[in-house]
């Protein structure tokens, strides 16, 4: 049995230029980071072979007693993680994924049709929270529920829970979601809990951006409010790629969720899991409840406020003020340019963030913001003082833009390219025989 660089010399070969571009660049997208070794050698590992559809236990297939003890270990973990551990708390850690996650709480206690609300896209929400435009419904969401989406306040950038509660007193969702993959505050459970009250709904958080944040209690704790808690394991968390959900062990509103959650995981939506993400996973759990992890989370968050003190300094307007996570989203429509040519010129200088919409935008394409996150440079060992000078990289990148527009939209350029487009230089002429 021969190493990758043997059996295979094409992918060893792009795996190496991916961890250059990893090392090189300043990695800024909000939704990841840098996993540790020993999570990448457990992900990695023989437990990739195994089939053990079913749960601790009670599986379909024999041989499962090691696969037994690592997924029991991770669901200690995951509850001890995020202290809920002795609190009538479960939690399934077999999800794919964010999204299968979410989709599969969703198949849990609604039925098709069934009304649900999370936060649109265009203001921060994710996808998988029902997005839908007036032409399509976009997401799998949309297609089987029915989304009603809520949305930000524009004049403040904070979730409107006024207008929330409004329209869910008229819509009657049977799911409201928290959580957002572009939201620099925090959620106000008590308040989201309180109309989900008010109309007899659920009360989910997804927590997939800011999971690492809240099992080092550095914010708001959604499990004191929610009945369900999705999330990611490769965001802030900095675990492996993967999912969890967190469900209340006491029946909601006469569903019992741990099973309706863990017959939706399987056999609803999901075969086998992938034990290798599991035993990643309860890796990632250990160390979540480590001194240095909470230290690493109080990090993310400083790290986060001085590259958004430096960035108001140097005039840029944030979306609600500034941050209170691991991200900020800047609102580039002030100067006149656009969030798409911001990531393309900061890519050439291997800045890696990315375009995001900011409340207020016409088109999701071109949209007026960027989106700059802390975990994953925070891992890399980057203190306050490092991310000042990327606000001030990311400045001279936005000065770029405008010179290139000042070029594009400049007098002389603008009559030279009339002239290129005069009979002279036809194109047509030139090439039709
Ligand atoms: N939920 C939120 C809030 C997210 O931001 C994301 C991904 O960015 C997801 C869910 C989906 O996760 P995945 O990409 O793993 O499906």
């Known amino acids: 049995d021969h190493g990758l660089s043997e059996a295979d010399p094409e992918v060893r ?72 551990d002795g609190k009538n708390w479960g939690v399934n850690v077999q999800p794919l994924s964010g999204s299968p996650a979410n989709f599969e709480v969703y198949t849990a206690i609604l039925n098709p ?15 998988s929270h029902g997005f839908m435009t007036p032409k399509r419904r976009v997401s799998g969401t949309s297609i089987y529920f029915e989304s009603m989406p809520y949305r930000l306040d524009e004049s403040t950038g904070l979730v409107d829970y006024d207008m929330l509660e409004k329209t869910a007193i008229l819509f009657r969702p049977k799911l409201i979601i928290a959580g957002a993959s572009a939201y620099p505050r925090d959620f106000d459970y008590p308040r989201m809990r309180k109309i989900a009250d008010a109309v007899g709904a659920f009360l989910m958080m997804d927590m997939a951006h800011i ?14 409010y929610c009945d369900i808690v999705t999330t990611t394991t490769h965001k802030s968390l900095r675990g492996p790629r993967g999912g969890m959900i967190f469900f209340k062990k006491d029946p909601v509103l006469g569903v019992d969720l ?20 599991i035993g990643g996973l309860a890796v990632c759990l250990k160390h979540a409840q480590s001194p240095e992890f909470k230290a690493y989370q109080n990090k993310v968050v400083s790290n986060c406020g001085a590259l958004a003190s430096r960035l108001i300094e140097l005039g840029y307007k944030l979306v609600s003020g500034g941050s209170d996570n691991h991200l900020v989203l800047v609102d580039l429509r002030p100067l006149g340019i656009d969030g798409a040519r911001a990531e393309k010129i900061l890519d050439l200088a291997s800045i890696t963030l990315n375009k995001n919409s900011v409340p207020g935008d016409k088109s999701a394409l071109v949209p007026g913001g960027i989106r700059i996150g802390s975990p994953a440079m925070t891992t890399r060992g980057f203190t306050e003082k490092e991310f000042a000078a990327v606000a001030d990289f990311i400045h001279e990148g936005v000065q770029i833009n405008l010179e290139a527009k000042r070029l594009v939209s400049g007098s002389k ?13 036809s194109l047509m002429d030139k090439v039709s025989d």
């Not at 990739?48 to 079913?54: A, I, L, P, R």
């Not at 270990?73 to 202290?83: E, G, I, K």
């Not at 049709?113 to 921060?124: E, K, Q, T, V």
């Not at 741990?258 to 993400?277: C, D, K, R, Y």
């Open 413 to 425: 350029l603008q009559d030279f390219m009339k002239f290129v487009a005069s009979p002279d230089f």
């Open 113 to 127: 049709h069934d009304r649900l609300m999370g936060l649109d896209l265009p203001h921060g929400g994710h996808l």
């Open 13 to 84: 070969a792009i795996i190496d230029k991916e961890k250059g571009r990893q090392f090189r660049s300043l990695e800024l997208i909000a939704s990841e980071n840098f996993t540790s070794r020993a999570v990448m050698e457990a992900v990695g590992s023989c437990l990739t072979n195994k089939y053990s559809e079913g749960l601790p236990g009670k599986r379909y297939y024999g041989g499962n007693e090691y696969i037994d003890e690592l997924e029991t270990l991770c669901q200690q973990r995951a509850l001890a993680a995020f202290q809920v």
């Open 211 to 224: 999971s690492g944040l809240v099992a080092a209690s550095v914010v708001a704790d959604p499990f004191e």
């Open 258 to 277: 741990e099973s309706a959650i863990n017959n939706a995981v399987f056999p609803g939506l999901q075969g086998g899991p992938h034990n290798h993400t």
